[in-house]
């Protein structure tokens, strides 16, 4: 933290990471689902009755390290949401140091992945038990995502040099066109999930737990809706052009646009092939980078003093 008040690159750093492993573990958690190894811990919080670890007797073959691996990662997300608290703590006390006012929502902002790994993994334990129920299976990515929209706003404000009122960049029409195109992401990230959940990937080898949705339908209806994202996004870059806004902020939109069309290139292509375990894994690797990029839009556009 400088005597400005923004956070040092070692504290934003802490920051940062957070935010790269909750999006990795939805990845990881991709690949436990398209590979059909969601229960091959079939208990929990043990993996097998009696362990924690695989067993030689499980019959769940390799699903069972798959699993395994992805709750793993479970003790890095904590390890990490703690030394986000910490750096908080220090950051609280060098502005103490320095007689600067004290940012008090960098501290609540930094609770956030500690508190949603812990939801998490007491959902990831619902939806084990459950047999890998949809609606359980959904509501564990989007709250995925709800943390990851977190960890972004920590990011953005740990780069603000203080919490003074916002100071707008561009025209209040643009702010507004901007976050209708964030709720529209959000629109095609829950029809994403309901796609996923009645397609062919249910989750395990044997578990046949899907929606009851026509995924044929599902798929028009979200490919409808991220092409209304895409025209919004456009029309936002014109208008930014147009204004002459500052390069921060058309560079932001640039760079949604560039992970969008990326995205939606990958989502055809897993269509047309019969949504293939690679192309999966792709898609949904795709789709949290464009969540965190979108969700950084807001911040690109308004600076504090």
Not at 70 to 97: E, G, K, M, P, Q
Request: hydrophobic share 55%; net charge positive.
């Amino acid at each position: 933290m400088t005597e400005t008040g923004r956070c040092t690159p070692a504290v934003r750093g802490v920051f940062i990471a957070n935010l790269v492993a909750q999006m990795a573990i939805v990845v990881t958690g991709a690949v436990v689902r398209v590979t059909g190894s969601g229960l091959g811990c079939p208990t929990w919080p043990e993996c097998v009755e009696g362990s924690y670890t695989p067993t030689a007797r499980q019959e769940e073959e390799w699903h069972k390290y798959v699993e395994f691996g992805n709750r793993l990662l479970t003790f890095a997300l904590v390890i990490l949401a703690i030394a986000a608290i910490v750096a908080a703590i220090i950051d609280h006390r060098r502005r103490s140091r320095l007689s600067l006012p004290p940012r008090r929502t960098i501290f609540v902002l930094a609770a956030i992945p500690f508190i949603g790994t812990f939801a998490q993994a007491a959902l990831g334990g619902v939806t084990v038990l459950t047999g890998l129920h949809p609606a359980t299976v959904s509501a564990h990515f989007l709250l995925s995502m709800a943390i990851i929209a977190a960890c972004v706003v920590l990011v953005a404000r740990s780069a603000d040099l203080g919490d003074n009122p916002a100071v707008m960049l561009v025209r209040r029409e643009l702010r507004l066109l901007t976050w209708g195109i964030v709720a529209i992401a959000g629109l095609v990230v829950v029809l994403g999930v309901l796609v996923t959940g009645s397609g062919p990937h249910s989750g395990d080898a044997q578990s046949e737990n899907r929606f009851s949705f026509d995924p044929r339908t599902l798929s028009w209806l979200h490919a409808d809706v991220v092409l209304l994202f895409l025209g919004l996004l456009a029309a936002l870059l014109l208008a930014l052009r147009l204004t002459d806004a500052p390069s921060r902020c058309r560079r932001a939109a640039w760079i949604v646009a560039a992970v969008s069309v990326s995205q939606g290139v990958i989502g055809y292509v897993q269509y047309f092939t019969g949504l293939p375990v690679v192309a999966v894994i792709a898609h949904v690797t795709g789709a949290v980078c464009v969540w965190a990029a979108v969700l950084f839009l807001p911040f690109s556009q308004r600076t504090r003093t």
